[in-house]
């Protein structure tokens, strides 16, 4: 059978018996990093020595984001027999590679299973603390409709769980606290890893405590549902009215004074 089997994301101990078990059993392994995957492998075999004692020798092939296609469109169905799929981190296929694969086996008809394991994102929406419906968003778009989607996150009326990149984060953050500045969020930096980390509250709040974006991030909204007729402050930027007027408005949905927004505002 195949297997899509979930790697800790930052603990080894956080590797279940079952994960072990095809760990060691599997000939064929997919993955997103040969090296990563055979790294983490040894890891695991020196810590539990006694699953791996009759270790079957394995092949290791390459299936990220750039090359899945293509590799399913040649495959050998045989080499699917006795192998595995594992990502870097976490769970295949969420925010990583593997759903081609996993939609290539249904398809196809042939049996697979899918093993628990730790999660980034149910983690981060226990530890946010925020009562309610939750969706796990993944990573926004870079450019392309990014605005959009966000709006979307930010008002759908449910908790969201989203993952960033680094180079990312702060922008992120500034563009929360612009659209919604008084929306309550939870960020979390290296989950389950030694130096985990873990902020509460506004946007604008968090963005001044974090002094380095290094790491593996997570970011839950709280949820909040957009009010028929209520302006956003992106909103109001984009409006064409004079700009004392603007900052005015924007005076009263955002921690700012009307002389400081003005003065942004005429300066752009």
Known sequence: MFSFVPTPIGNLGDISIRSLQRLAESEIVFCEDTRVSKSLLNLLSNRYPEFFKNSIDKRFFSMHSHNEK???????????????????????????????????????????????????????????????????????PHKKSREKELEEVLF????????????????LLKEISEIAPEREIFVGKELTKKFEQRWWGRADEVLKEISSTKGEWVVVVKGERKEQGRISVKDLENANIHPKEKAKLLSKLINKSSKEIYKELILK
């Open 70 to 140: 293509e590799i399913l469109e040649k495959l050998d169905l045989e080499l699917l027999q006795n192998g595995i799929y594992m990502s870097d981190a976490g769970m295949a296929g969420i925010s990583d590679p593997g759903i081609e694969l996993l939609n290539f086996l249904q398809k196809k008809n042939l049996e697979f299973e899918v093993l628990p394991g730790a999660s980034a994102s149910s983690m981060a929406q226990l530890l946010s603390g925020f009562e309610g419906k939750s969706l796990f968003f993944g990573f926004l």
């Open 156 to 171: 759908s009326g449910y908790n969201t769980t989203l993952f960033e990149a680094p180079h990312r984060l702060l922008k």
